[in-house]
């Protein structure tokens, strides 16, 4: 009997193609699922899925570390009470733990996105609120996006506090300006230091002046001081109290009990801190102390510290300047001395109108012209004719400022003279009241050799540019000397192979393959000290025996040529190299800095060693030692300079970093072994050395890197060192 075989159905067969498919098409969902899960998790911000009732769906791995949590830690809990400004406040409950900085309301109210920052564990995050919505337009779950705007607001935070500092200075220079008693002026002084929000203190303090005649304290201004306190601090003896401990000493007191201050505690009833500031003028004499009192137990802060040594310098100002009005107050004639004996050019202008309304002997002397020449001129007549427009606007601009009570910054301007030729000054203006008008005065420094001298440093740069140039062709053409030589060989045996027959395919083949990596060689040559002298825009970290290598590498061939041996000592792990490619990474010897102006610095130090070596040997002349020039000569034709030897040492103690590079050269003579820093100084024969080299790596180690060096003689020759701190040094 024939077995019947069973059709499939057609449904059926269907039914399993859509699965199939199906299936496929929930595998792809499910990769796409994961890879955009894997994208959100790798944004560099944190992402929170929040339900219409702000409770959280999931968080990325980001927005995890930085709320120190997790996603199954929040899930299903509402944001106010698990990460809220209130989560953690017993005392409220339910939307009374809502966040007071939040705008999640609002994004759901508006049904637009909102943007709010807000606090969270001493870090501070800007949050973007995102509304989703259903295809009926209801919101059904919230997006977050979270930054963390941390650095930005200690940046922010920095800004406001410069500020403040600024406008308190600024604020303090007007009212030392005003023309009222000095008491009137240290009162309103006071006041403002109390404002400053920087500062933690009460509104409680005090100026103290120093009586010459027993250099004694006696209290000149006063804020917040009872009776008893008055009495008690009428007059301080030099070494009484803080205040006059401060005085005596030089430099700040500070005290955070109240129980150490006084010695009659009675008058005291509050308990508190105190600041004692010593008022000092430049020429360091003290002028008085500024007394602070703060909360008792305040910790001491060296911003407060360095905020209160400012307001103290200006005090002095005042007080020196309240000291030259004493003395000009008496007569127009002794003001008149002291204007006039004022070395830079002074000029006082109508504040309204511009008009110069007087001017002292430096400004005739400057101008070429007779003060009443001067009178009657606009402030804009000062400076050249092409200048005049920007003169003016310049002048505006910094009336505006006086106006507003904002110090203007310094300018530099050139002023025109009688004989047609131009200066470049300086100009500070300030505002001055004379005869009940406001004015301006306007002091005018020539800076003529200021300028004179920067246009010598930047020719000493560029000098040093070329120097540098002029030492990196030497050493090429060293380095290009062997393999030169072997291309001209390989040239002048091509015809000989050819008259004996033996210029055949194999050699061909050979020469191009020698010729060719004598070339390449060059060529890496020139690379190496293209890349050398190219100055690093970008501080980068590195090992400095490393660099040391690499500046060998480029000498070896002239080191080799003149006799000179080198070594390179890591004394962290007792390690001595005898040749640059020996030299191997060393982690201890990282530094971060601009790598090439330290390798220029290097470069100049043993090119200077290697000079002196040659010279030393030319001259076969005695060393030198620390304390002067030694008196034994070089014996046997090759002394200790006849065989070269430059020697560098690497030390490491905690976080100085020593680079150490000593030579046999025979030293520096005592007499001038401190000028070989200055510019144009050179120990080398005429013709040899710019002596700029040395000044400029001073210039580049101490200005631009931030270390320091410096140079001692030893036996036989000398040392230069180079410090760095920490792993930074610039």
């Known amino acids: 009997m024939q077995k019947t075989i069973k059709q499939p159905d057609p449904e059926c067969q269907e039914l399993k193609r859509v699965q199939a498919l199906l299936e496929n098409k929930l595998s792809s969902t499910i990769e796409t699922v994961i890879n955009l899960q894997s994208m959100i998790d790798n944004i560099p911000f944190g992402i929170a899925y929040l339900d219409k009732d702000f409770r959280f769906i999931r968080i990325n791995k980001v927005l995890e570390d930085m709320l120190n949590t997790s996603t199954d830690s929040l899930a299903g809990k509402l944001c106010y009470e698990s990460v809220g400004e209130y989560a953690d406040d017993d005392t409220r409950h339910g939307e009374d733990k809502i966040c007071s900085f939040c705008k999640v309301n609002e994004c759901s109210s508006l049904k637009k996105s909102t943007v709010f920052e807000r606090p969270f564990h001493g870090k501070f995050f800007r949050v973007t609120a995102i509304p989703e919505f259903d295809e009926d337009g209801n919101i059904y779950r919230f997006i977050g996006i979270v930054e963390d705007i941390s650095r930005q607001k200690q940046y922010e935070t920095r800004i406001l506090r410069n500020s403040q500092i600024n406008s308190a200075i600024a604020s303090i220079l007007k009212v030392s300006m005003e023309t009222v008693p000095l008491k009137n002026r240290f009162e309103k002084i006071l006041g403002l230091i109390f404002s400053v929000p920087l500062l933690s203190v009460m509104p409680i303090g005090a100026i103290f002046l120093v009586d010459d005649k027993d250099n004694s304290l006696h209290l000149m201004a006063h804020k917040g001081f009872t009776e008893p306190m008055i009495e008690s601090c009428r007059s301080v003896m030099a070494g009484e109290c803080l205040c006059g401990k401060a005085a005596m000493g030089e430099s700040i007191i500070f005290d955070a009990c109240s129980d150490n201050i006084h010695k009659d505690k009675s008058k005291y009833s509050h308990p508190h801190s105190h600041y004692c500031v010593p008022i000092i003028s430049e020429s360091d004499t003290t002028y008085g102390v500024l007394t602070l009192y703060l909360e008792e137990n305040h910790l001491r802060s060296d911003e407060e510290e360095k905020f209160l040594i400012l307001v103290a310098n200006t005090l002095s100002l005042i007080i020196k300047r309240s000291l030259m009005e004493e003395v000009i107050s008496d007569s127009e004639e002794r003001f008149r001395n002291i204007f006039n004996a004022a070395p830079d050019a002074m000029f006082i202008g109508d504040k309204d109108t511009g008009i110069i309304v007087d001017a002292n002997l430096s400004a005739e002397n400057l101008l070429m012209m007779k003060r009443e020449e001067i009178i009657g001129m606009h402030f804009t007549r000062l400076h050249p004719p092409y200048d005049e427009d920007n003169a003016r606007q310049r002048f505006q601009r910094h009336i505006t400022q006086l106006k507003s009570g904002k110090p203007p910054l310094p300018l530099e301007n050139q002023v025109i003279r009688a004989d047609a030729t131009c200066v470049w000054t ?102 190496v000290f293209r890349n050398f002298f190219m100055p690093s825009i970008q501080k980068e970290t590195f090992d400095i025996l490393g660099v040391t290598s690499e500046v060998f590498s480029m000498l070896s061939s002239q080191l080799k040529t003149n006799s000179i041996s080198y070594s390179i000592t890591c004394h962290t792990h007792n390690r001595t190299f005898g040749s640059f490619a020996e030299v191997t990474h060393c982690d201890a010897a990282s530094i971060t800095t601009y790598k090439n102006q330290l390798a220029h610095v290097i470069l100049n130090i043993i090119n200077n060693a290697k000079d002196a070596i040659i010279q030393r040997r030319k001259l076969a002349m005695p060393g030198v030692n620390e304390d002067g020039p030694a008196n034994t000569p070089i014996t046997g034709g090759r002394g200790v300079a006849a065989d070269g030897s430059i020697s560098v040492d690497f030390e490491r103690y905690g976080e100085t970093v020593k680079l150490s590079i000593s030579d046999n050269g025979g030293g520096i003579p005592v007499k001038i072994i401190d000028k070989i820093f200055e510019p144009y100084f050179t120990t080398k024969s005429e013709g040899q050395g710019t002596g700029i080299g040395l000044y400029m790596s001073k210039i580049i180690v101490e200005d631009k890197l931030g270390g320091k060096i410096h140079v001692r003689n030893i036996e036989g020759g000398t040392v230069f060192t180079l410090e760095f701190t920490g792993r930074q040094s610039a």
């Open 426 to 527: 300086e100009v500070i203006a300030q505002s001055i009241t004379l005869n009940n008008k406001e004015c301006v005065i306007g002091v005018f420094r020539d800076i003529t050799m200021r300028r004179k001298y920067e246009m010598e440093e930047k020719l000493l740069i560029q000098q040093s540019k070329m120097a540098a140039m002029g030492d990196m062709i030497a050493a090429i053409a060293h380095q290009w000397k062997q393999p030169l030589n072997s291309l001209s060989l390989f040239v002048q045996d091509i015809r000989d192979a050819y008259e004996f027959g033996e210029l055949d395919g194999v050699y061909i083949d050979t020469a191009v393959k020698n010729s060719m990596h004598q070339i390449d060689f060059m060529a890496r040559t020139i690379e």
